[in-house]
């Protein structure tokens, strides 16, 4: 596996290696030991799968609160996404900044999001499938989001937002005081 900084510190690109044949292909998508150093300690404790069928749809931008914060290990299965990590750890040098990297199950690319990081995407192709694999259980009380379109963070989605969830709607919008994140 190759693991890449982004210039979010935490945020990571891990790249998976396919090997193929006149059978298929095989490719590993998780190995704690070539991982130890991007999980420093963490363990993955649950694993989630999502499928999106319409192209443009955006899902997210998701973090959980303290104590429930969580790291996100995030793979393509199937299709193509747009994933994005937004830093919302406050005192971070790259406070409110984005990165985004191109997911697919051709790239054998995995996105890493950290604690603090709120975490979205958009499919770019149809009935797209995503895998997560977190570092801490799903608590609804912790739950959190900003705004996929919130002037402020000022994400560059590659499509139109096509289709959006009631309550991802419902994400407030950052407030100069950021009195909502307290991560």
């Known amino acids: 596996m190759n693991i890449e900084a982004t210039p979010i510190e935490g945020v990571m690109v891990v790249t998976?290696?396919?090997f193929a044949d006149h059978r298929g292909a095989f490719q590993r998508l998780y190995c704690d030991k070539e991982l130890a150093d991007v999980l420093g300690g963490r363990h993955v404790v649950q694993a989630n799968h999502s499928?999106?069928?319409q192209v443009g749809a955006v899902r997210g931008m998701h973090y959980q609160l303290p104590p429930h914060a969580e790291m996100k290990l995030v793979r393509c299965l199937r299709g193509r996404v747009w994933d994005v990590a937004m830093d919302l750890r406050e005192g971070s040098p790259t406070f409110l900044r984005?990165?985004?990297?191109?997911?697919?199950a051709e790239s054998g690319r995995m996105f890493v999001i950290p604690e603090g990081c709120a975490h979205g995407f958009q499919v770019l192709e149809p009935e797209s499938e995503l895998l997560y694999l977190?570092?801490?259980?799903?608590?609804?009380?912790?739950?959190?989001?900003?705004r996929h379109d919130d002037p402020q963070l000022g994400i560059e989605w590659p499509?139109?937002?096509a289709d959006l969830s009631q309550r991802d709607r419902s994400h407030p919008l950052l407030t100069s005081d950021y009195s909502g994140i307290k991560l």
């Open 51 to 53: 499928r999106t069928a």
């Open 98 to 104: 984005w990165h985004a990297v191109e997911l697919s």
């Open 159 to 161: 499509l139109p937002v």
């Open 134 to 146: 977190h570092t801490a259980h799903y608590a609804p009380q912790a739950e959190g989001g900003v």
């Open 16 to 18: 998976s290696q396919a």
